[in-house]
């Protein structure tokens, strides 16, 4: 009886044993394959078949970790060097527009394995004092990266400064560029809402949109008050295309990429051949702010600033007629050229 009791005891602990040893085998092959960073070249459009391309698991726990410790500037030239990580010109550049939402695009493509994005506007082609300083000063300015990798960043004043077009094409002819846009009448009056903002902060009074947006002489749009003139989209665009053809450009719907991200990123993938890989996971509705925020992983995830998502002032709404019509023929313009229409009143 006790030898049949120590036998069956003798095989149960064997299977446990077993079952021990085979998860543990698992568990260190697993570990193993994720070690191993597969180089991606994004840019290219290189990409085998679904399997073969799979950016690591690792890249996007690298992205929040290690990269961010070298961001911070935490990391030696040494440290640098063995983890082969680079200072890269950007391959593509958010050059606008002002208040079109060009954060959140920022922010939401940085989900991606393959992006790096330039957490700070450097303002390297709208302003005369830094363009001065050179071309290596402004990759100085980007973040470390992997080779694979591709740099990004933004800058909202390059859409509507003279000189930068000519400027990043003499740098690279071939870069990509996005613009991300919104309804021009409500553009304008977040742009106003931001510079109120500003005043009130520094204790100023300031004028109300209407008195600003309408010219009191003339009772017609005030074409020179600059949050008009930067939401005529197509007159910016037509100095950008007497450098870039049209097909280096990628039109991002900013008034959906509120409401509705994923698809609109989908598209930005597309246009700089990354393969597909911010999902619905990275995106998830936050009531209380009323906007989309980002999952990097089970752990890290974040909204953007207060500063993004301002309640805008009421604003008479003879002056929104007013403004929706002047923008109208800009706007059918503005469709005719890029091939993208928007549904704008
Ligand atoms: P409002 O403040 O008018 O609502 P930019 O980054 O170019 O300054 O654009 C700011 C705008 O981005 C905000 O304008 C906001 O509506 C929009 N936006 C788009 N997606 C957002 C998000 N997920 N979180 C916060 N703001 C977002």
């Given at each position: 009886m006790l030898f049949k009791q120590q036998a069956l005891l003798r095989q149960k602990l064997f299977v446990l044993g077993s079952l021990a040893i085979g998860s543990l085998l698992y568990l260190v092959a697993r570990v193993g394959s994720l070690d191993r960073l597969q180089p991606l070249c994004p840019i290219d459009g290189r990409f085998g078949p679904r399997g073969q391309d799979e950016m690591p698991l690792r890249a996007l726990q690298f992205k929040r970790g290690l990269l961010h410790e070298f961001r911070k500037g935490n990391a030696t030239k040494e440290q640098i060097r063995l983890h082969n990580l680079v200072q890269q010109l950007p391959k593509a550049i958010i050059i606008g527009v002002r208040k079109g939402g060009t954060r959140a695009l920022l922010e939401m493509l940085n989900l991606h394995p393959a992006v790096v994005k330039a957490s700070q506007e450097i303002h390297f082609f709208d302003n005369d004092e830094n363009y001065a300083k050179g071309i290596e000063w402004y990759r100085k300015k980007m973040p470390f990266s992997y080779p694979h990798q591709i740099t990004i960043e933004k800058s909202p004043a390059y859409f509507i400064t003279e000189e930068v077009p000519e400027r990043i094409y003499k740098m690279n002819s071939s870069i990509?560029?996005?613009?991300?846009?919104?309804?021009?009448?409500?553009?304008?009056?977040?742009?106003?809402?931001?510079?109120?903002?500003?005043?009130?902060?520094?204790?100023?009074?300031?004028?109300?949109?209407?008195?600003?947006?309408?010219?009191?002489?003339?009772?017609?749009?005030?074409?020179?008050?600059?949050?008009?003139?930067?939401?005529?989209?197509?007159?910016?665009?037509?100095?950008?295309?007497?450098?870039?053809?049209?097909?280096?450009?990628?039109?991002?719907?900013?008034?959906?990429?509120?409401?509705?991200?994923?698809?609109?990123?989908?598209?930005?993938?597309?246009?700089?051949?990354?393969?597909?890989?911010?999902?619905?996971?990275?995106?998830?509705?936050?009531?209380?702010?009323?906007?989309?925020?980002?999952?990097?992983?089970i752990v890290f995830n974040k909204c953007l600033a207060g500063s993004k998502g301002r309640i805008h002032p009421e604003v008479d709404t003879s002056v929104i007629t007013k403004l929706r019509k002047f923008f109208h023929p800009f706007n059918q313009k503005f469709y005719q050229i890029t091939g993208r229409t928007f549904n704008w009143p």
């Open positions: 990509k560029l996005l613009i991300i846009v919104r309804e021009p009448t409500t553009r304008a009056i977040s742009d106003y809402t931001q510079v109120l903002e500003g005043k009130e902060r520094k204790n100023k009074t300031y004028y109300k949109f209407e008195k600003l947006a309408i010219d009191p002489n003339t009772c017609e749009v005030n074409t020179k008050y600059k949050a008009v003139r930067t939401s005529i989209y197509t007159k910016h665009l037509e100095r950008w295309l007497k450098y870039f053809p049209i097909e280096q450009f990628h039109i991002v719907d900013g008034d959906r990429l509120i409401t509705e991200p994923l698809p609109e990123l989908q598209l930005v993938e597309k246009f700089l051949n990354l393969p597909p890989r911010i999902s619905q996971y990275n995106l998830y509705f936050n009531a209380t702010r009323g906007f989309y925020c980002l999952r990097f992983n």
